[in-house]
């Protein structure tokens, strides 16, 4: 069975950091462009960020740009999000997700609909 599973959630203040993973479970992430979602309540889902499958490229929302960072360990079939000077409007669940893509670049490329494979989430609330 193949799946991706969140964790490192949980409820910070206002300036802390987190750290999210994304291990893959079945499967190896390799091949894989893997991309960092949120959903806040009574909001549409949007995208956060997106590593292609060698690290090459990376791309951020404009809303987390210089405060986020992606990075994967395919010798650990793991993908990280480092959210640091975290702000109340990043509280969301968060999802990571994977579509197969072998091209070293391919990052943005790869719309949100594209994406087969998604984890359950990891809940984030920043709050004082």
Same mark, same amino acid.
């Given at each position: 069975?193949?799946?991706?599973?969140?964790?490192?959630?949980?409820?910070?203040?206002?300036? /802390?950091?987190?750290?999210? $993973?994304?291990?893959?479970?079945?499967?190896?992430?390799?091949?894989? +462009?893997? #991309?960092? *979602?949120?959903?806040?309540?009574?909001?549409?889902?949007? /995208?956060?960020?997106?590593? $292609?499958?060698?690290?090459?490229?990376?791309?951020?929302?404009?809303? +987390?740009? #210089?405060? *986020?960072?992606?990075?994967?360990?395919?010798?650990?079939?793991?993908?990280?999000?480092?959210?640091?000077?975290?702000?109340?409007?990043?509280?969301?669940?968060?999802?990571?997700?994977?579509?197969?893509?072998?091209?070293?670049?391919?990052?943005?490329?790869?719309?949100?609909?594209?994406?087969?494979?998604?984890?359950?989430?990891?809940?984030?609330?920043?709050?004082?």
């Amino acid at each position: 069975q193949l799946q991706l599973v969140e964790s490192g959630g949980g409820l910070v203040q206002p300036g /802390g950091s987190l750290r999210l $993973s994304c291990e893959a479970h079945g499967f190896t992430l390799e091949n894989y +462009v893997i #991309g960092w *979602f949120r959903q806040a309540p009574g909001k549409e889902r949007e /995208g956060v960020s997106c590593i $292609s499958s060698r690290g090459i490229t990376t791309k951020y929302a404009d809303s +987390v740009k #210089g405060r *986020f960072a992606i990075s994967r360990d395919n010798a650990k079939n793991a993908v990280y999000l480092e959210m640091n000077n975290l702000k109340p409007d990043d509280t969301a669940l968060y999802y990571c997700a994977a579509e197969w893509n072998p091209s070293p670049a391919v990052c943005e490329e790869v719309s949100s609909d594209q994406y087969k494979l998604w984890g359950q989430g990891t809940p984030v609330a920043v709050s004082s």
